[in-house]
T-cell receptor
Framework: DAGVIQSPRHEVTEMGQEVTLRCKPISGHNSLFWYRQTMMRGLELLIYFNNNVPIDDSGMPEDRFSAKMPNASFSTLKIQPSEPRDSAVYFC?????????????FGPGTRLTVL | SQKIEQNSEALNIQEGKTATLTCNYTNYSPAYLQWYRQDPGRGPVFLLLIRENEKEKRKERLKVTFDTTLKQSLFHITASQPADSATYLCALEKGGGADGLTFGKGTHLIIQP
């Protein structure tokens, strides 16, 4: 299996621009998670989906952030408009079944820099 | 929500010795706890899960303990090797009836040859 796939791996944009991060979970996995990692705050859960339905988005920092999962093999995290404080590494993870007792498999991450 | 504390300073251990990392948590006791390894430029990789009714769990050179009274988990790597150098993250259920994990900031382990 190819594992969780994220694109792009690196993104540099200017403040105010829209940014879209993409994730393809492992085939057959029913839960998908978006995390953000910074030195200051560590790894934070933003939102997670189960069977393509958003279950908990309480970690989404502001209305500028939105996430979708139109089907079982694709999810996006969008930031509009982007700000310098959004600079971080964004990880997508998937797991086979609902419930965080299950092992989460992380993608390689997207390093976002907002100038 | 859960708060997790891991030693933020790097831990330097000589090759061959046992490395011990600590994870302390506050608030309620979780039903389980997970440990992940993260290498630079990569996503975390799952290592072990231990449940509240398990005192200890082992996997090859790794051992995890879970003390719900002390609200602490210890992660041991025996016969440490330079290849074990990485950041190790502790993670707990987010709580409040929700799925998802809360992660500690991790401890950077350096195994010196």
């Amino acid at each position: 299996d190819a594992g969780v796939i994220q694109s792009p791996r690196h993104e540099v944009t200017e403040m105010g621009q829209e940014v879209t991060l993409r994730c393809k979970p492992i085939s057959g996995h029913n839960s998908l998670f978006w995390y953000r990692q910074t030195m200051m705050r560590g790894l934070e859960l933003l939102i997670y989906f189960n069977n393509n339905v958003p279950i908990d988005d309480s970690g989404m920092p502001e209305d500028r952030f939105s996430a979708k999962m139109p089907n079982a093999s694709f999810s996006t995290l969008k930031i509009q408009p982007s700000e310098p404080r959004d600079s971080a590494v964004y990880f997508c993870a998937s797991s086979k079944k609902q419930g965080s007792t299950d092992t989460q498999y992380f993608g390689p991450g997207t390093r976002l820099t907002v100038l | 929500s859960q708060k997790i504390e891991q030693n933020s300073e790097a831990l330097n251990i000589q090759e061959g010795k046992t490395a011990t990392l600590t994870c302390n948590y506050t608030n309620y006791s979780p039903a389980y706890l997970q440990w992940y390894r993260q290498d630079p430029g990569r996503g975390p990789v799952f290592l072990l899960l231990i449940r509240e009714n398990e005192k200890e769990k082992r996997k090859e050179r790794l051992k995890v303990t879970f003390d719900t009274t002390l609200k602490q988990s210890l992660f041991h790597i025996t016969a440490s090797q330079p290849a074990d150098s990485a950041t190790y993250l502790c993670a707990l259920e987010k709580g409040g009836g929700a799925d998802g994990l809360t992660f500690g900031k991790g401890t950077h382990l350096i195994i010196q040859p």
